[in-house]
């Protein structure tokens, strides 16, 4: 008996392939995980016995957790909605990094085109991947379309192939390139690690859950800030505290110089190249930036 | 004469080709060396006067410290033994990086085939790139068998070009993609500092080798453990200290809020998905986490 | 009028294509801003709105700095002289990274050929992408010959196509595999942080181009130094301050067991390999050496 | 008048995009037509200015045809179903080249499940890339089964995610990868030359289609076949004429020495491997075999 | 003397290194020389023992024929001009082959700037590969303007960088990709076969010239043409042999059934579209069309 | 029963793996054979239902086709000595084609060694991949000398990792790139098709191993030759015959202008670049080379 409950104690979690893939796994190691992808399998390993890893699309990933053929995964929130699944979101794991920041479903056209609003599409051909959400869309707007799926380039159809096109954009380098014009934002889009609905409310994986999305999130938290280490002169400190951001409260530390104090705190590395110089200005000296792996509580 | 002498103050080095060989860069880069391997040379250049190095075959390696025509070099324990080569053995170096991790020598059979043991292969062909100790491995248990070399695939040989083999896994992927089916294991391996006898008693060359060494050891203490860096109040301190893995001596600092103390400690990065829950469930704030590159001392 | 003053308010900077393009890469992006190179596009984008990058070759760079097509560049020292360029230097960005480092334009011949100096290649034939900065050195050295403009492999022409030539090389190993004895250096050259003559004199964007040139450098002087933190028993202390470097002042805190001093300071990592066992010799316990990212002030 | 006359004298033909491409090219390059793919453009180049191409997915293709965007294209009788598109189909091109033989789309489940034909499958999850046509199949078969669009990575699915699968095959080495097993074929495909409707009705594009396809199908007439020549003695003339196949009339040619007569004919490529032993038991001599570009008429 | 003589008997030919490279091999082969290119030498191997191969770039060739250094060589017409490089034109080596085609040297200026002729450029700045070129024309037309070495991706340079350039393209495609307009072409290239004015005149080389020229111009005649065999009844010989192309001479022999002929021909591959049709609508039947090697004489 | 005899009519035949698997591929190609090689798989595909293909190393073949477990096999020469295996050569596959020509396995030292000749190696220490093969030849010549199993770069071992080396070449191109001096020849060898004793004396399989060998040696045959076809005047065709090579008897055919004759040949692809100028010469007009697939009988 108690082996077939260890065996129910492992959460089968899906993690997306494809374009979000190989981030993820850059999350999970940040997050402190060992996650090897063998060659040509599906099943990837994880140095945690109780998790069970699968690969799957982002596309499909939440029709298998609403079926609870999944406990958990990691998907886009476009594709939630695109299925219409109801599933338990835990987290948005937006990050700074390649596929985790936020993309946006453009609806758009070639530029030179008449049309000027979505109101123009009535009776016209979009191609799109995502039809239910483009559906959704022209119904709140009152305009009746054709929609078409794509199987993919859909940025290269319009004019020939489609008149308009939902097509989803991270940087906005492919409408550019492709010479289109957007008409409008159909959805905003981040990465959420999502759950069954049994399986949140089972409270060994809702702890299980919490301590993953724990390490998830303090990875995340690490990306995009640094620490600084600094000596300045004691009475420099307050004007030097002043300008350093709140939110990591400063380490002051005595010395054996004691004219001077050590003063270590973590800041958002955007921040770095305006901070530098004024910490230099208002007297700290041996400024050292030193990169971080997570950050916690 | 000093010109002889100092020919005679360089170490010749061998460094192993083939699957160490790019863990191996990184554990001499990761020590403090630069290591710069010239397309098709095999002559890697270091920054280091006194070092000479050359690249060699993990196989051939001990084969050619034991003549004398290398100082030192670095290759498995399984080819050390495979030659019978009278070297002295320095350290082990294994390390939690690809090829570096220990590797099993395992005596392996087709699945549903009816080997159950070592004994039913009694007069049967067994292919490996390991000879001497495949036959050293079947006297031991009393068998007599044909021992064939395999130049390679020796995984694939099973059932049809040979009846088991002895081959190399460091994850038993191959094993599993291949269908077999383990009967024993014929050594368990990891990477090694070996000596030539004659330099290891050299005072120079012994002086230069256990430097290089705690840098070497250094780097791969460093690897799998980070930092931690964290903000306690001071009436938590013994519950946190008490969760503090015992290898690290925690740093204690003052803080100019006598209320708080700052923590500052090394663990293993394994620990971390269960530490780091359990520190903010102590009072731990502002943990933060960071890289370390060498640990000394 | 403002709209104007605001497109002024831009500095477009030109970033070198070709072997120095993946090193400024790395270096923008360890001082702190995000570059990127969208595929077949000669602008990289940049996270400062008040940059416009533009990527052109080393050898065009200051010619388009000079004629103000360019406020400032990156290019080395060798090429803004080749074009005769009057440009204004703010800054030698030699770095310890790939063609980062100083390389040098070398006057070299065949092996076993006659020539033994400058001297001896009067009337013959030098093959060089440098024709400029080779007919200067040789009107230096009052030698005639006949310089000849190389569009590659400079270094296979001797002995058929050319006599001599002036090629550049940053390891010397195009010049070994080819068999070349070297003759002279003809210049050392650096990457160098170039401006236009007039950006530089206007206020705005010469507080710019320091502001960055803060982060660049800082970025620079990190590399090839590592942090140390050690803890010192009391009374050894002068003994381990003694043998740290004076460039970094050593930051000393107290510790909890007040036996123990904890000493935290930044060294340059080449002398990592002989000072660690020093350390260890004098006292010091639990050395941990950890990675920087910036040192400014 | 004749300016727009004579722009409407040009078909427009849709390429398909994918698995069917390379071997597309290949085809239209044997059949005469040189075809450039410029890189990162939907538009390949062909050589002759009454035609226009265009490449899309093969999943597509017949939805445009269908609309009148294309007058024609080549795509998988496959999707010409799935889309149940009214198109009118030219020309079967299937062809001894990789992805223009036939193709099966296989009903399958996993090794070792119980199920044993379409009608275990009530109930069940299906995954395919052809809804349409597995409903249709499923409703033929009086069996209710949920369909689900797979994404990609179909094969990979079952158990875990579908319990069975409807999928594409070419050699069968995927479902043997996938230990998988076959239930039924729900259909065969080959690559087609579908018109539009009133584009196959109007003259000039109808004699345009019947030369196009002339040159492709003697293309295809060539491949697997090979031309063979030899010399017989007169005698023995009626022995090896009646091993050579009817297909070809071979042409028999006089010599110069009256006692032996020249043989050349056209054989599939397939039989030569039994007729060239046969045809040298019957007395030929220096038989050459040699490659054929096209056979027409 | 008679080793210096049989010294003296051999060619040294140079072959243009990069985008003409791998046709002039193609071209060799299929010429009948099999031309080996060992990795990482400027010497290829040729089984002809009377010639030795060099790899030159092709904007040098002409400089090093003239200079006697090479006997012969093959550049573009264009390369031996901007040098101003006086030899003997021995072939045009044109065929239809990528780079082998001709070329086209085109003043251009972006897309929707006001210059409408090169009249309009005096003052400006224009780059380009061949200063000497453009010189020359600017010259023809009296403009003068300023003249700037381009050292590559010189397409990108307009409007920022150079006002107009003049660059090479054998398809227009990167004209288009960076949206120029063509104001004229300043020279059409092809590649051609040049020697040294002396060893032109050298009876032994002069002979071997016009061997391998044999060789070389009956593969270029070969390439874009077919073989075509076809039986024809005696009473439509005629009728087929009018629509055949004057060019070859059509071999017709003789068959055993005595009311029917065979015909083979040679015919120019682009012919065959349109011909087959024809030949099928005449009365011919069993229409082979064959691949050719060489054709000479 | 015959079941089981159906089972028993099929060969098991060994394809080389490595370096010659690319040319054997070419070759079954060439001659008729549809060979596949699935990915990761040992067992090739063939389109004949009485062949079972299975890749193995050229070094293991011969032991493999000794003891059965194959009963054919495509390996060198060089590893049937190797490795003393009594097996039954049926045919030398020596073609003009990448490691299908002539290889050598020579006796090497380092250029500048002072070792003239065998003799010179007493007591030496020689590396080399054919332990056997070099011991035979070193007792030969009565030399004794110790020699080392090397696993692979053996070039690069003298001098220091071995005074001399038996190594395989085939152009000798690694000979001159290691700066080595060849003392001697050891072996030539080519590749074979050996089978099994007992399988070459069952009269089924040497039926079967006489087709494939006519198949297997007629592209063999027509490697290196081509057709030409040409029109001579009915005067000029003694002088032309007697140029031409005596191995392919010439079909002479009449044509409709009895003044001239077609000459058909086959003839070694090396002769033609000096034969084509003489046929010229001699009256010869319209000469076509063509292309030849297989020669046989």
């Not at 990837?44 to 609870?68: F, S, T």
């Not at 380039?153 to 991270?170: G, M, N, Q, R």
């Not at 492709?178 to 759950?195: G, K, M, Y």
Request: proline share 5%.
């Amino acid at each position: 008996m108690s082996a077939r409950k260890s065996r129910a104690r492992r959460l089968r979690l899906g993690l997306p392939k494809g374009s979000l893939q190989a981030t993820t796994a850059k999350l999970f190691e940040l997050a402190g995980y060992n996650l090897r992808f063998p060659e040509r399998s599906y099943y990837p390993e994880i140095d945690d016995p109780e998790i069970e890893c699968i690969l799957i699309r982002a596309q499909e990933m939440a029709r298998y957790v609403e079926q609870g053929v999944l406990d958990a995964g990691i998907t886009g929130i476009d594709w939630v909605r695109e299925n219409g699944a109801k599933v338990h979101e835990l987290a948005d794991l937006a990050a700074p990094w390649p596929n985790y920041r936020t993309v946006r479903w453009l609806l758009a056209v070639k530029e030179g085109s008449h049309f000027k609003s979505v109101k123009d599409l009535r009776g016209k051909r979009i191609a799109t991947e995502v039809v239910n959400l483009t559906k959704a869309y022209l119904r709140k707007h009152g305009v009746r379309a054709e929609v078409e799926f794509s199987y993919g380039a859909t940025e290269v159809k319009p004019p020939i192939l489609a008149d308009a096109i939902v097509d989803v954009s991270e940087t906005g380098s492919s409408i550019r390139a492709n010479q289109l014009r957007v008409l409008d934002t159909v959805l905003e889009s981040t990465p959420r690690f999502i759950a069954n609905k049994d399986a949140a409310a089972d409270p060994w994986k809702k702890r299980k859950f919490e301590r993953m999305l724990l390490m998830l999130q303090g990875a995340i938290a690490a990306a995009g800030r640094v620490g600084l280490m600094m000596n300045v002169p004691k009475r420099s400190l307050p004007r030097v505290l002043e300008v350093l951001p709140a939110l990591g409260t400063p380490t002051i530390s005595a010395l054996a110089d004691d004219q001077w104090i050590a003063v270590n705190t973590v800041v958002a590395e955007k921040v770095v190249r305006e901070l530098l110089p004024t910490l230099v200005e208002r007297g700290a000296r041996g400024i050292v930036e030193y990169p971080l792996a997570k950050i916690v509580g």
